[in-house]
Structure formats: C-alpha cells, structure tokens
C-alpha cells in the first residue's frame, strides 16, 4: 500500500515509539499533549502506522522502572500491544527494508543506536508512508529529504 501525503493533511501518519509511550504514560508531561495529536489526526482519518521494532521499543521502554513506568503489569503491556497490533497497519522489517536501510546509511552519516532510527525510516519509505510523528525530531532530522517530521510540540 502506498499512501501519499500533502503539506496539510496527511493520510498516513508513521507513530513513533516515543508518542505511544507518552500516550500511554499518564504521569507522562507529554501525556496530554501524544493524545491530542492522535485524536486529532484520527478525526481526519488518517492512517496509523508503527513497526515490530516500534512494538518491541514500547515493551523495552515500559518496563524500564523509572518514576514514570514504576511497577506496570505485563498483562497490561501485552494488552497494549495487542491493541497496536490490531489498531494500527504494521510495516513489516524484511529484505526490501534492508535494502533501503543500507541505502540510507550509505548516503546519510548513521551509526550506534541511530541505526534503529534509520530501520524506521527505510520500514517507512518501504511502506509509502512519508510522515512521522515524533517527540525526537533531532533523530530524524538527518532524513528530512525523505520523510516529513511531525513534532509533538510545535
């Protein structure tokens, strides 16, 4: 499936790990603010798209103790992704994904943990979906020729 976007509303939004956690986090100050910007691109119809990474970076983030994620069942982590699973389109990580992410870490200067960031990039571009909704813009900010970022907090 290949979406297309224009400059003021896009049909298919890439959620990033980052969203679903805030918007799952309510002691998260971003909290109010990721479920806004859902809501608000769900009323417009888009479509929401994330990756197994995204999935397997929210359980990493999520039990990750910390003062915001102290002590939450697995249950309802499974349950959360199971949601996602059924509620959002998943790009599957496969070779033509490989492929396009050697292509963008040849052509862009990527390396350590900016990798996973460049996976998402190539699972989108792979996926026809050109907008990403992030809180961490500067991660992405080296692909912008080939994505539009959407920042949380504008």
């Known amino acids: 499936m290949t979406t297309v976007s224009n400059d003021s509303s896009p049909q298919a939004i890439w959620i990033d790990t980052n969203i679903l956690v805030y918007a799952n986090l309510a002691l998260s100050p971003f909290h109010t603010m990721a479920v806004k910007r859902l809501q608000e691109y769900n009323q417009q119809g888009c479509e929401f798209w994330v990756s197994r990474q ?4 929210y359980l990493s983030a999520m ?3 910390n003062v915001l994620t102290a002590s939450i069942q697995t ?24 492929d396009k992410l050697l292509a963008l870490i040849s052509k862009y200067p990527t390396g350590g943990k900016q990798v996973h960031d460049a996976n998402i990039v190539a699972t989108m571009v792979n996926c026809g979906v050109n907008d990403l909704l ?13 994505i539009n970022i959407l920042p949380l907090v504008t």
């Open 54 to 57: 995204s999935l397997r970076e």
């Open 63 to 65: 039990t990750k103790q």
């Open 75 to 98: 249950s309802s982590l499974v349950a959360d992704v199971q949601y996602f699973a059924s509620r959002f389109l998943i790009g599957e990580d496969g070779s033509e994904v490989t």
């Open 134 to 146: 992030t809180h961490n813009v500067k991660d992405f900010t080296r692909f912008s020729d080939v």
